[in-house]
């Protein structure tokens, strides 16, 4: 049986597993241990050599310890209350604008992102601040929960971004390059889901009324309050890509001054630390099961020779780079569809990368076509926390927004799936949208 079959017939069981509703992580663990016995004829002692030292090879890796402290960095920044000085200084300037508040919610949405790095929260977090202002000033309820479901997958566009620093240890990529790479396109997303409300309440005016419009003593209040919010931003990811520190360290320093901002400025207590410190330990245990099943799955594909094999075959079949790409985006979009956002991308990457590597996009060097494509699958990967039937997000806000159906989510957040394809496009086609801020400041 060939390499690209037996793969196939792995990936045939994973999904099966993931339609029964099996964990992912457990689900890729059981299907890379399955094909690895069985591709080792039946022998359990090759699986248990590789079992040994599985979870040690893949924890010591010293680089993981970024995710645990950008995980309370968010966490901080959550039951620290950052996010209402986010949405009031936003709102503070936007708000007195036809649909300005949900533009506002997009905006705080990005900001918090900037914090955060973790879409869920930020949809979450989100949404507790901004529903609430949003009925207040009777927008729709397809505009309110789009608004906000779209606008929390900002928090893993804008860096620091937990799915970017997976990417960075799957492909001994630069974890500073690829925040700075995603600086452009974040911000780009964002600017487009603004102009998508713009566009909608100028359709529907009912659908986003004006709020009232906001004192300029208040707005350099609002101000004056989420500065330090962006000056810790700032020293993360200008401290990371200027080499003064590595990742690790900028996260420890963005950790330590997000909890340092929660204590003195949203009055967290020791119940919110302990919240904090416990909400960390559960997402990274998560994370790295998952993790532990997407080594045990690609070793499994390793012993196959997929991937070796699938990159060979898609050279030799001289398809046009550009299809090939095309063809790996809309694998993803179906993706989007069972599984979320980590585990696609540790599922993805082993595969995908080496086909992708093996092509020629645009003249691009190795290095940049790495951090082109990385940015890209981000993109692709954020998009199924928002489209039918699972996406996440729309859940989380539907949940928030009991009075809203959540078919009127959905249809709510189709306005903002079309901006997601139109600036997938622009990437494809013009890398320098990623690009142009690592070769600017890496030169």
Not at 258 to 265: D, M, P
Not at 270 to 275: A, D, H, K, S
Not at 310 to 321: D, I, K, R
Request: glycine letters at 10%.
């Amino acid at each position: 049986m060939s390499g690209i079959a037996s793969g196939g017939l792995i990936f045939a069981a994973l999904m099966a597993m993931l339609v029964v509703r099996v964990p992912i992580g457990i689900a890729m663990f059981m299907a890379g241990a399955g094909g690895y016995f069985a591709l080792s004829g039946m022998d359990a002692t090759p699986l248990l050599a590789s079992l040994k030292n599985l979870a040690y090879a893949r924890l010591s890796n010293y680089d993981l310890v970024v995710i645990p402290l950008f995980l309370l960095m968010g966490q901080f920044a959550t039951n620290g209350g950052l996010s209402r000085s986010l949405f009031r200084f936003v709102s503070a300037f936007m708000g007195h604008w036809r649909g300005g508040i949900a533009m506002a919610s997009i905006g705080a949405c990005a900001g918090f992102g900037a914090i955060c790095g973790s879409s869920l929260a930020t949809a979450a977090t989100m949404g507790q601040v901004a529903l609430p202002e949003l009925k207040r000033h009777r927008y729709s309820g397809a505009l309110a929960t789009g608004c906000l479901a779209a606008g929390g997958t900002l928090g893993i566009m804008i860096p620091p971004s937990v799915p970017l620093v997976i990417y960075a240890i799957l492909t001994q990529e630069s974890i500073g390059k690829l925040f700075m790479a995603a600086v452009l396109p974040g911000l780009i997303a964002m600017v487009g889901y603004m102009v998508v409300v713009q566009i909608i309440v100028r359709l529907k005016p009912d659908a986003g009324p004006a709020g009232e419009p906001v004192p300029w003593p208040e707005r350099l209040k609002a101000m004056a309050e989420v500065l330090p919010v962006l000056v810790v931003f700032a020293v993360v990811i200008v401290g990371i890509y200027g080499g003064w520190a590595n990742p690790t360290e900028a996260a420890a320093i963005g950790a330590a001054a997000c909890g340092a901002l929660a204590v003195l400025r949203g009055g967290m207590r020791w119940p919110g630390i302990l919240e904090s410190a416990l909400g960390t330990a559960s997402a990274t245990a998560m994370i790295f099961l998952v993790l532990l099943g997407a080594d045990m799955l690609n070793s499994a594909l390793a012993l196959s020779q997929m991937p070796a094999e699938l990159a060979a075959w898609v050279q030799a079949a001289g398809f046009p780079p550009l299809l090939v790409m095309v063809a790996i985006l809309l694998v993803y979009l179906f993706l989007g569809c069972v599984m979320d956002s980590l585990a696609m991308i540790l599922l993805t990457i082993p595969i995908f990368y080496p086909v992708v590597m093996g092509l020629d996009f645009w003249g691009l060097s190795q290095v940049d076509k790495s951090v082109w494509f990385g940015i890209l699958a981000l993109m692709v990967v954020e998009i199924g926390l928002v489209h039918p039937p699972v996406g996440m997000n729309v859940y989380i806000i539907n949940r928030l927004a009991r009075d809203v159906p959540l078919t009127e989510t959905f249809k709510g957040v189709m306005p903002f799936l079309a901006s997601d394809l139109v600036r997938i496009v622009a990437l494809l086609f013009f890398p320098s949208l990623s690009l142009v801020l690592v070769r600017t400041f890496g030169s």
